[in-house]
C-alpha cells in the first residue's frame, strides 16, 4: 500500500510561482506512473502533468512552458514547478501514482493564485 502526501500549495499573486512535492511512504514508487491532477468545484478531476518511471513527461496544453513535473526515486518523491501562475490555475493539486490496476491517490494541497 502507498501512501501520498502533497505539499506545497497556498496563496500566490497571478505571475507567481510555487512548488507542490508529494512525499511517498508505504511501497518505493520508482515503478510507478506518476502524475499531478487538480479539480475545481464543479468539475471533475483534471490531469496537469504525467511523468514515466523513466522520467518521460507530459502536460496539458494549459500548463506547457509554465509547469515542470519531476521525481526524485532515491527519495520516493514527486514535484510540480509552476511559474507564472494564472487564476485559472486555482484548483486542489492531487498526487497520483499508478502500477497497473492499482491508483493511490494524495489528499490534495490547495492552490489558490489571486490578487
Known amino acids: 500500500q502507498v501512501q501520498l502526501v502533497e505539499s506545497g500549495g497556498g496563496l500566490v499573486q497571478p505571475g507567481g510561482s510555487l512548488r507542490l512535492s508529494c512525499v511517498a511512504s508505504?511501497?518505493?514508487?520508482?515503478?510507478?506512473?506518476m502524475a499531478w491532477y487538480r479539480q475545481t468545484p464543479g468539475k471533475g478531476r483534471e490531469m496537469v502533468a504525467t511523468?514515466?518511471?523513466?522520467?518521460?513527461?507530459n502536460y496539458q496544453d494549459s500548463v506547457k512552458g509554465r509547469f515542470a513535473i519531476s521525481r526524485d526515486n532515491a527519495k520516493n518523491t514527486m514535484s510540480l514547478q509552476m511559474n507564472g501562475l494564472k487564476p485559472e490555475d486555482t484548483a486542489v493539486y492531487y498526487c497520483?501514482?499508478?502500477?497497473?490496476?492499482?491508483?493511490?491517490w494524495g489528499q490534495g494541497t490547495q492552490v489558490t493564485v489571486s490578487s
Open positions: 508505504g511501497s518505493t514508487v520508482r515503478n510507478y506512473f
Open positions: 497520483n501514482a499508478l502500477s497497473g490496476i492499482q491508483s493511490f
Open positions: 511523468i514515466t518511471a523513466l522520467g518521460v513527461t
